[in-house]
């Protein structure tokens, strides 16, 4: 890697990409980060001020996703791409194709044509996920180790059942297609499972806020369903970006999962460190109760009966042998992460 050359960075308000950047500041690189609208200085502060701490720079770009050509400027002079912006929503969406498909499918075509035209680049990181290795937690029974590792890939997700997980499958499909049509840029994959870990800004609304704020809201106080997360650190998901953008030897697709945790052990753990001031779960409901009153929660009949009842575990090992990832404590993460969003005044006491 030849650090006089800038990374760019898209996505750089959000809470993965913050860690990306703080990594890269501090090994002294130069960070061209783009942004939506850049005017929103409460939602790039945080980056100005790692930047004024390090020994990197920092550079923005307005560009959206949607906007065909908007990442030219950004990439002039970059050998590395980490295309991290897409919209991680979990309930938080009116149209599921305008609002989470069109952005991360397109969005990626539009950011690897501006790649294409860009003689610089020599390496693609995508931010896919989990997610794009698999579609309902009932496809763990077709594993042969009781694990989803990189060979699988989500082939049930559609616009309508599971659209996120539909997008980053389709984001992820759409990069290889385009990679393998050159050989000038190579193309990895990084894969993270749920994300945990606290965030460098008070200013995201990524899903792995939105599940924490269940948890706080109430939602969540008369039982979860029984249901399984891979989790892992902010931390170790951007180191395995950082990897995966210098380490010349990283190839495919890495899965980057800390463990499994179901969601009662979640509330578990939460209660254990922040006790009874909020309406974390006690109890985890039968499959049977949201078989019958699922939809008036909004899951699906479909979704209840695919998803609830099967743990799912993930194989990290790829991530360890070729990219040097020795993962953090999971439950750490879970509790880091809920006393930021306390700190911040994202979820406030209940009682
Ligand atoms: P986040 O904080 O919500 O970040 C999403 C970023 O995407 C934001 O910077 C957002 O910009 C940008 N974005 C969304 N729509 C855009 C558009 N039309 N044009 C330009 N930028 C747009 O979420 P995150 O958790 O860090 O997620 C980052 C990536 O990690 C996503 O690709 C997500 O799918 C993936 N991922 C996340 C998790 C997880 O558990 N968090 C797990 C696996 C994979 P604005 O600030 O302008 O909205």
């Given at each position: 890697?030849?650090?006089?050359?800038?990374?760019?960075?898209?996505?750089?308000?959000?809470?993965?990409?913050?860690?990306?950047i703080?990594?890269?500041?501090?090994?002294?690189?130069?960070?061209?980060?783009?942004?939506?609208?850049?005017?929103?200085?409460?939602?790039?502060?945080?980056?100005?001020d790692?930047?004024?701490?390090?020994?990197?720079?920092?550079?923005?770009?307005?560009?959206d996703?949607?906007?065909?050509?908007?990442?030219?400027?950004?990439?002039?002079g970059?050998?590395?791409?980490?295309?991290?912006?897409?919209?991680?929503?979990?309930t938080?969406?009116?149209?599921?194709?305008k609002?989470?498909i069109?952005?991360?499918?397109?969005?990626?075509?539009?950011?690897?044509?501006?790649?294409?035209?860009?003689?610089?680049?020599?390496?693609?990181?995508l931010?896919?996920?989990?997610?794009s290795?698999?579609?309902?937690?009932?496809?763990i029974?077709?594993?042969?180790?009781n694990?989803?590792?990189?060979?699988?890939w989500?082939?049930t997700?559609?616009?309508t059942h599971?659209?996120?997980?539909?997008?980053?499958?389709?984001?992820e499909?759409?990069?290889?297609?385009?990679?393998?049509?050159?050989?000038?840029?190579?193309?990895?994959?990084?894969?993270?499972?749920?994300?945990?870990?606290?965030?460098?800004?008070?200013?995201t609304?990524s899903?792995?806020?939105?599940?924490?704020?269940?948890?706080?809201?109430?939602?969540?106080?008369?039982?979860?369903?029984?249901m399984?997360n891979?989790?892992?650190?902010?931390?170790?998901?951007?180191?395995?970006?950082?990897?995966a953008?210098?380490?010349?030897?990283?190839?495919?697709?890495?899965?980057?999962?800390?463990g499994?945790?179901?969601l009662?052990e979640?509330?578990?753990?939460?209660?254990?460190?922040?006790?009874?001031?909020?309406?974390?779960?006690?109890?985890?409901?039968?499959?049977?109760?949201?078989?019958?009153?699922?939809?008036?929660?909004?899951?699906?009949?479909?979704?209840?009966?695919?998803?609830?009842?099967?743990?799912?575990?993930f194989?990290?090992?790829?991530?360890?042998q070729?990219?040097?990832?020795?993962?953090?404590?999971?439950?750490?993460?879970?509790?880091?992460?809920?006393?930021?969003?306390?700190?911040?005044?994202?979820?406030?006491k209940?009682?």
């Amino acid at each position: 890697m030849d650090k006089s050359k800038p990374i760019l960075v898209t996505g750089a308000t959000g809470y993965i990409a913050g860690w990306i950047i703080e990594r890269l500041l501090n090994q002294g690189y130069t960070v061209h980060a783009t942004v939506r609208d850049p005017s929103k200085k409460n939602k790039i502060q945080h980056l100005y001020d790692l930047a004024e701490k390090s020994s990197g720079q920092i550079h923005f770009f307005k560009a959206d996703l949607l906007q065909l050509g908007a990442f030219d400027e950004s990439m002039k002079g970059c050998e590395v791409v980490i295309h991290t912006a897409s919209p991680f929503v979990v309930t938080n969406y009116k149209d599921a194709v305008k609002d989470i498909i069109e952005p991360a499918v397109i969005g990626t075509e539009n950011v690897l044509d501006s790649v294409n035209r860009t003689e610089s680049v020599k390496r693609v990181v995508l931010t896919s996920s989990i997610a794009s290795t698999y579609g309902d937690a009932v496809e763990i029974l077709n594993t042969s180790n009781n694990e989803f590792d990189e060979s699988h890939w989500n082939n049930t997700s559609n616009e309508t059942h599971q659209p996120y997980p539909y997008s980053k499958v389709a984001a992820e499909r759409k990069a290889w297609e385009m990679a393998e049509q050159q050989n000038r840029w190579d193309l990895v994959c990084i894969n993270p499972a749920l994300v945990m870990g606290p965030s460098l800004t008070a200013n995201t609304q990524s899903g792995s806020v939105e599940v924490l704020q269940q948890f706080a809201n109430g939602m969540t106080l008369l039982g979860v369903p029984p249901m399984w997360n891979g989790i892992v650190d902010v931390r170790d998901v951007a180191d395995a970006h950082i990897q995966a953008a210098i380490n010349t030897n990283a190839k495919g697709r890495y899965i980057i999962s800390g463990g499994t945790l179901s969601l009662l052990e979640m509330g578990k753990i939460l209660r254990q460190n922040f006790g009874n001031k909020f309406p974390f779960p006690r109890n985890q409901l039968p499959k049977s109760a949201f078989k019958l009153f699922g939809p008036l929660a909004g899951f699906s009949k479909s979704f209840v009966e695919l998803n609830m009842g099967y743990p799912i575990y993930f194989n990290a090992q790829k991530s360890q042998q070729e990219l040097g990832i020795q993962y953090r404590n999971i439950e750490s993460s879970v509790v880091e992460h809920f006393q930021q969003l306390l700190d911040d005044g994202v979820v406030r006491k209940y009682i």
